[in-house]
């Protein structure tokens, strides 16, 4: 029980550490300008391959053009099979504002291609990217990985060694249950940190250009001429209905005033 002891306190020690580096740390998102999309990005990427991207791109086109163009996206990261490329959200509006966004996940090989195909015949009127560095949380994870499993393999030779003793043995196997929780735990987290660096994240919002001329809002108020004078009858109906028993109560009212009040007049008439 004393080398139990011994080795939970020393993983403790190294566990504390560990995650005293990990909040020492500089991992602060950092947005990028848009020419670095290119060169700058690919060089940064060779130098630290644990960066995350996340590339946001909003283009304006015409209302009939619009979904055609999130259809065509929405086709071509289904197809991109090379690259991995996941629909992650879509959203797509139609109406006197239509717009549509669609996020997806792909690997960094199919990124600028996906980009262009969202700004061709299109106007871009905003091109941003977010990186983060991971590089420290996936360090630190695949130490405490390391450190684990060294943990486990000692407890795993205190097994062997508490045959004879029950309460040891107990103890000790609990341990062992729970460093393996632990572990599995870690190795998920790694999981999910590592596809965020092997894969980019792509934000396109589309959006149709808006209509500035004279007989636009002329034209507009014609098309919803019908629908609004439907919805004002509605509303008109609405109201009498409400206000049909009111009207009861102020008639009733009205009259039980006018009998009190010729009963005033009637007694002060009196000599």
């Known amino acids: 029980m004393r080398k139990l002891i011994i080795l939970g306190l020393t993983y403790l020690l190294l566990a504390f550490s560990l995650s005293g580096c990990e909040y020492s740390s500089d991992n602060k998102a950092t947005a990028s300008p848009a020419p ?8 940064q990427r060779q130098t630290n391959p644990y960066l995350s991207y996340e590339h946001n791109l909003s283009v304006e086109l015409e209302k009939e053009a619009l979904d055609a163009k999130y259809k065509t996206l929405a086709d071509h990261c289904a197809a991109d099979r090379d690259n991995n490329c996941t629909i992650l959200e879509s959203e797509l509006s139609a109406g006197n504002y239509s717009y ?3 996020r997806v ?4 090989a199919g990124v600028e291609k996906f980009l262009a195909l969202a700004g061709t ?15 420290t949380q996936i360090f630190d994870t695949e130490k405490r990985i390391k450190l684990l499993q060294s943990y486990q393999e000692n407890l795993l030779d205190l097994q062997k060694q508490a045959k004879g003793d029950i309460e040891s043995l107990i103890k000790v196997s609990q341990e ?3 460093t393996q ?11 999910v940190l590592m596809q965020r660096v092997q894969m980019d994240i792509i934000n396109i919002r589309l959006s149709s250009r808006s209509e500035n001329s004279f007989w636009q809002p002329i034209t507009t108020a014609l098309d919803e001429f019908k629908s609004n004078l439907a919805e004002g009858i509605a509303g008109a109906i609405t109201t009498i209905a409400y206000l049909i028993p009111w009207l009861v109560v102020l ?4 009259f039980i005033l006018r009998f009190f009040w010729r009963k005033l007049r009637a007694k002060s008439s009196k000599p």
């Open 251 to 254: 008639i009733i009212l009205f």
């Open 121 to 135: 015949d299109s106007e871009i009127t905003n091109e941003s990217t977010t990186v983060e560095d991971l590089s």
């Open 176 to 178: 062992i249950a729970n």
């Open 100 to 102: 549509g966004k669609i």
């Open 181 to 191: 929780s632990q572990l599995e735990d870690l190795s998920g987290n790694n999981k």
């Open 105 to 108: 996940r792909i690997k960094p």
């Open 36 to 43: 670095m999309m290119k060169a700058g990005l690919i060089a």
